[in-house]
Nanobody, 118 residues
Framework: QVQLVESGGGLVQPGGSLRLSCAASGVIFSRYTMGWYRRAPGKQRELVASITGGGSTNYADSVKGRFTISRDNAKNTVSLQMNNLKPEDTAAYYC????????????WGQGTQVTVSA
């Protein structure tokens, strides 16, 4: 049984901050690249940030300098610290886990809503 459980979404004013968390179970966590994706109304799902088991990170240009992804392999968690939030950050945010070498192993969380007021 593989589960990704997300938390931390909510309503925030422009310029504010939120921290999203994702707890994984049923996986050997260090063998997975973890990512945060988001989907806004009327748009395709897009990659926000990712982090490998060794800590290498990748960010969408739109969030560089504002968002930080991190992971704790001992606790099987990945987080997304979001600062200076903008209305265009409003979306459902999803946690993803993909095995480094077994490409068929690809798991998704249920999503958590982030709303930045205008």
């Amino acid at each position: 049984q593989v589960q990704l459980v997300e938390s931390g979404g909510g309503l925030v004013q422009p310029g504010g901050s939120l921290r999203l968390s994702c707890a994984a179970s049923g996986v050997i966590f260090s063998r997975y690249t973890m990512g945060w994706y988001r989907r806004a109304p009327g748009k395709q799902r897009e990659l926000v940030a990712s982090i490998t088991g060794g800590g290498s990170t990748n960010y969408a240009d739109s969030v560089k300098g504002r968002f930080t992804i991190s992971r704790d392999n001992a606790k099987n968690t990945v987080s997304l610290q979001m600062n200076n939030l903008k209305p265009e950050d409003t979306a459902a945010y999803y946690c993803n886990a993909k095995h480094t070498s077994l490409g068929y192993a690809d798991h998704w969380g249920q999503g958590t809503q982030v709303t930045v007021s205008a």
